[in-house]
């Protein structure tokens, strides 16, 4: 083992690779369905099988998810695009190649801003996005004599997304991943999750002594399928490398796989019997030429941001760094608060609503924010309603929320009035506080009714507090006494 | 610029291939004849001109994002060697 001392003389390294399916309706370069989870090798045409003759033809969706995602990332969108070839044999790849680009990526020069380790924002550079297709799927375990080809995968389309070596702990990878993912998810161009590799991850990772301004020698790790996973394979494979610098060893460029059971990285191939690609440009598809206008109508449709949503509610609206994560963290849940503080501008009570008693009742639900029957309207009246003094905190949590999922047609003013929730006149408003105090203080009240009548201060404040400062001193006064005094 | 064995060897590697001595000799010639006679081209003088990629200089046209299944899993397994009801079946691959 390598004491802490000593990997901290050390600086990671670390660029990434996302590959993110995208939830086209057909293929990247054929009309055969892009669909998860049907019988193998229903979903293939005579083009995904690689047959003679057949010519791919480029799938307009693609493109457009793919400039979304360089316009998310404040790309440069390239205007020329050419596919390339990449020529590998292997018995998924019917084709012989894969159709993806090479010398003309899509997307150049964009960025990601995360936090890093001590909660300070960074800025991640996006060296490129590129527009592929995936291959098919081998299933080694299922027959115990072969392998078993499906190519229901095999042309759906992908976007590569490759990072600036710009990384440098396992923490700031995992930050960069939930971010890459929420964005996929916002802009509904992939479903991001990893488990079930619609979005899977490759880490570049390297070592260096701190100060150095040399990168070290890179493996690169294949196939990460969970966030988590990433930052457990850097964590080891740094560990790794600088034990063998430590020990006068050198590192060699090579693959390696992950174990998750044992979190460690082991050797797959080494760079020297590495593939030869041998790009060159794939004849069968013409150029596509991506001008200003069509980025301005893509431009148009992006839906808001999450980190753009996250600002507005920490500078406009106040709220705290945590609260506009908790909000952003998921698109519909976003826009239902950004519909719901259309209707209110109470906008502290509009997130302590949404996270409090609209996230527990889905939680609880186990249903997402688009099947919640709740117009953001309806809470925006129940604040109201709170706000006015006519219901307490209190009645609308516990009474007229649940009330309005029993049935979330009615209003929930009609309700308050019908249950005579409503509090009348100021002095049954008043009334709740004071017993709320008096019965959250019992020895003070006896204290009190024994003779230490300076007490009164204290119920006071606490009923201030309570009503925040809109209770009638002269009127709160009065009732304290009738209630305490015997 | 000719073709040696290790360009054989290599070539074949990359294609998952093998071939016997004799083959290999066989292909050397095959190679080496192929790479003189497109060797011919480097007489001409092509300094400062685009490599011509595309026989028609057009915009590509896009496909609509539609759905369109044209053949059954029957027909596509249909010319595999070997093959389940399901899937295409290859020699045991252990690792990519």
Known sequence: MISQEIVDKYEIVVGLEIHAQLQTKSKAYSSDPNEFGVDPNTNVSPITLGHPGTLPRFNKSTLEYGVRLGLACSSKINYENQFARKNYFYADLPKGYQITQ?????????????????????RIGITRIHMEEDSGKSIHDLDPYNTLIDLNRAGVP???????????????????????????????????????????????????????????????????NSIRNVYRAIEFEAKRQIEILENGGEIHMETRGFDAVTGQTISQRSKEMAHDYRYFPEPDLQVVFVDENYIEEVKTKLPPLPNELKEKYINSYSLSTYDAEVITEEKYFALYFEELTNSTSNYKSAANWMMGSIKSFLNEQAISIQEFKIKPSQIAELIDLIDEGKVSNTIATQKIFPAMLENHETNPRDIAEKNQWIQQSDTSALDEFVNEVLEKYPEKVKEYQDGKTGLLGLFMGEIMKLSKGKADPKLTNQLLRNKLDL | MGVDKSTVDRIAHLAKLEFSDSEKEGILKDMNKMLDFVEQLNEVDTEGVEPLIYMVQEEGDLREDVVKLEISQEEALKNAPDKDTDFIKVPKVLKK
């Open chain 1, 102 to 122: 090479d010398k003309t990526p899509l997307c150049t020069e964009g960025f990601i801003d995360i936090e890093d380790d001590s909660k300070k924002h960074k």
């Open chain 1, 158 to 224: 992908l976007l590569e997304i490759v990072s600036e070596p710009d990384i440098r702990s396992p923490q700031e990878a995992y930050n960069y991943l939930t971010e890459v993912r929420k964005l996929v998810r916002y802009l509904e161009i992939c479903d991001g999750n990893m488990e079930e590799g619609s979005m899977r991850c490759d880490a570049n990772v390297s070592v260096r002594i701190k100060g150095s301004d040399t990168f070290g020698e890179r493996t690169e790790t294949k196939n990460l």
